[in-house]
């Protein structure tokens, strides 16, 4: 089955304690990128990448540190967390010419930082 | 950025068609337009894109107006499960930010029984 999986789904953690989430599709895609889910604020993009060690930053990047480093992951690093990056986060990927083709989002990780 | 405008909710019958509109004044000539829509708990999923001319799938239908500034996502018999949150973006289409999209806040659709 083609899809986006995110671990762990859910996560409480303290502020400063480094935490990694992890993406992985097996679709073969090029593109993958991280959004972050706020009330109110609707999606934002905080990294995406278009290809194997290629990244770039989206709208929101601050606090947060990607890699590509094969093709079918794309994890998500907190270095220290802090209590703003409470939130809903959703991996996506699709296949490169994305003008032409939808994202596959993963499940969502719901992150709280105390 | 590339910003869309939606309204913040709509209401509709099930069984009844529902119109999504979306305004996009500041797209480009080769922006794609999509929409995506996210269920309660759920991750968002797509829907229907479209460039210029009229799309239909098996989810919706796309609408999109002539100058391209505009376009409405149409289902055809609302149900219960259509209830959603509905995102219409547009993809920008040159060079490095071909892959930055900007999702706004979306369109709550309320599905009446």
């Known amino acids: 089955e083609a899809q986006v999986t995110q671990n762990p789904r859910y996560l409480i953690t303290v502020t400063g304690k480094k935490l990694t989430v992890t993406c992985s599709q097996n679709?073969?895609?090029?593109?993958m990128s991280w959004y972050r889910q706020d009330p109110g604020l609707g999606l934002r993009q905080i990294y995406y990448?278009?290809?194997?060690?290629?990244?770039d930053k989206g709208d929101v990047p601050e606090g947060y540190k990607v890699s590509r480093k094969e093709k079918r992951n794309f994890p998500l690093i907190l270095e220290s967390p802090s209590p703003n990056q409470t939130s809903l986060y959703f991996c996506?990927?699709?296949?490169?010419?994305?003008?032409?083709?939808?994202?596959?989002f993963g499940p969502g990780t719901r992150l709280t930082v105390t | 950025d590339a910003k869309t405008t939606q309204p913040n909710s709509m209401e509709s019958n099930e069984e009844e068609p529902v119109h999504l509109p979306c305004n996009h004044s500041?797209?480009?000539?080769?922006?794609?337009i999509h929409w995506y829509r996210q269920l309660p708990s759920q991750g968002p999923e797509y829907v229907i894109h479209?460039?210029?001319s009229n799309v239909n799938n098996r989810m919706a239908s796309l609408a999109i107006a002539e100058d391209r500034k505009s376009s409405t996502l149409i289902l055809h018999r609302a149900t219960l499960r259509d209830a959603a949150v509905y995102y219409c973006?547009?993809?920008?289409?040159?060079?490095?930010?071909?892959?930055?999209?900007?999702f706004g806040k979306g369109t709550l659709l309320t599905v009446n029984p």
């Open positions: 996506a990927s699709s296949s490169e010419g994305e003008g032409t083709s939808g994202l596959h």
């Open positions: 479209g460039l210029t």
């Open positions: 990448s278009m290809n194997v060690e290629v990244t």
């Open positions: 973006i547009h993809r920008p289409n040159s060079g490095g930010s071909n892959y930055k999209l900007t």
């Open positions: 500041t797209i480009s000539g080769t922006d794609y």
């Open positions: 679709m073969n895609h090029e593109y």
